[in-house]
């Protein structure tokens, strides 16, 4: 079945900086990679997603790029803000077979003001 | 509506009662789901419904017993718990089970504490 690997498991940054989360999958057939972002007592919401016919996609201070080659994907949140502070999920999914979304096992990001 | 609601938000119960969990989504979507998620941990996947239909079941003990009466509604019985079930209960939906056609929403969670 599917292996989710996120790294790191924590990251620190100062409001301003970039912030990257990386994520590797092991199912060459996975063609769905959602990002959830997830507050304290709060439920995963997404924040972006991309398919696998696509290299990159990028929403305001968020991107996410997608290497099929190599089997990762990566989240790139820039000009960060205090309000970025929360845990970070990647998932894969394929569109046979399981069907499931696989989650990574989540990044803390903290933002220092 | 773009949303999915769960209820109750927060529950505690004993080893010997039992409970059941309420989720209920009007985007007319037809695969919706049920997560476990312990502290610090990613949603781990319990059951999946596909056009009422159970599709998948991650080897969950018997004492949790799905229920989907119609495509808005998923319940999650729960019976002779044991502590360690303690944790955060996710519902989800979304448009189909593979994911082609959007994503999925997760709703709010039931805080579950079993004494």
């Known amino acids: 079945g599917e292996n989710v690997e996120q790294h790191p498991s924590t990251l620190s940054v100062q409001e301003g900086d970039s912030a990257v989360i990386k994520c590797t999958y092991s199912d060459s057939a996975s063609n769905y990679f959602p990002w959830y972002k997830q507050e304290l007592g709060k439920r995963p919401q997404l924040i972006i997603d991309?398919?696998?016919?696509?290299g990159e996609k990028k929403d305001q201070r968020i991107a996410v790029t997608l290497n099929k080659t190599a089997k990762h994907f990566s989240l790139h949140i820039t000009e960060t803000q205090p309000e970025d502070s929360a845990v970070y999920f990647c998932?894969?999914?394929?569109?046979?077979?399981?069907?499931?979304?696989?989650f990574g096992s989540g990044t803390r990001l903290q933002v220092q003001p | 509506d773009t949303e999915v609601t769960q209820t109750p938000k927060h529950l505690v119960m004993g080893m010997t009662n039992k409970k059941s969990l309420k989720c209920e989504q009007h985007m007319g979507h037809r695969a919706m789901y049920w997560y476990k998620q312990k502290a610090k941990k990613p949603p781990e996947l319990m059951f999946v419904?596909?056009?009422?239909?159970?599709?998948i079941n991650e080897s969950v003990p018997s004492r949790f017993s799905p229920e989907c009466p119609n495509s808005s509604l998923l319940n999650l019985h729960l019976h002779a718990l044991q502590p360690e079930d303690s944790a955060l209960y996710l519902c989800a939906s979304s448009q189909d089970w593979d994911l082609r056609s959007g994503e999925q929403f997760f709703g709010p969670g039931t805080r579950l504490t079993v004494l």
């Open positions: 991309i398919r696998s016919n696509v």
């Open positions: 419904y596909s056009y009422e239909k159970l599709s």
């Open positions: 998932a894969a999914s394929t569109s046979a077979g399981r069907r499931a979304l696989t």
